[in-house]
């Protein structure tokens, strides 16, 4: 936009230019000159005030294309922290069945010790235990995973404590 209103301003440019030309057995020459040029736009058939109007609607364009982005942005922060609590309760539900399979591994460890139990279906309840913490360390690790994104989106800094506070079913905390 200043650039533009340059134009309606005058103009003043100066120049000089020495030269020295030195031939042998010829005469020598110099020449020195000075120019000045004064510049006053008159009339243009109107282009600058268009290209004032053009940079003009550029502008709002391009602040209405970071609102978007910026409201975009806040979107995804939103959807990446509703997948950290989805995931931060998978993981709670996920302990808690990690810790009962393996109670049941052992009662059926024991079982099989007394004779009461089969050994096939102590194999089977303990490869279930084994799933089930299979399933945990998988559910920790997206978990993770869903706090660093979150991390990175929220432009936190990987040393700075971060936690993600609040609970899909009461209420929502930041």
């Known amino acids: 936009m200043v650039a533009l209103r340059r134009k309606y301003f005058p103009g003043l440019s100066v120049s ?12 020598d020459s110099r020449d020195r000159s ?13 282009q600058t005030g268009l290209s004032g109007k053009v940079a003009s609607l550029s502008y709002l364009a391009e602040k209405e294309a970071l609102t978007l982005y910026e409201s975009g942005l806040v979107g995804k922060i ?19 069945y990690l810790e009962t399979s393996t109670h049941q ?15 096939t279906d102590y194999l089977f309840i303990l ?4 799933e089930a ?3 945990f360390l998988t559910t920790e690790r ?12 929220c ?10 506070r609040g609970d899909l079913e009461t209420g929502l905390v930041l």
């Open 16 to 27: 000089y230019q020495s030269y020295r030309s030195r031939v042998f057995r010829e005469d």
């Open 142 to 153: 997206r978990f993770q995973e869903s706090l660093y994104t979150l991390r990175l989106a």
């Open 127 to 130: 490869s279930k235990a084994r």
């Open 133 to 135: 913490e299979k399933d």
């Open 34 to 46: 000075v120019r000045a040029d004064l510049t006053q736009m008159i009339w243009d058939g109107g």
């Open 78 to 96: 939103r959807l990446l922290y509703f997948d950290a609590l989805r995931l931060r309760q998978a993981l709670n539900l996920s302990r808690r």
């Open 155 to 164: 432009g936190v800094e990987a040393e700075a404590a971060f936690t993600v």
């Open 105 to 119: 591994a052992e009662i059926s460890r024991k079982e099989k010790e007394l004779g009461l139990l089969v050994e």
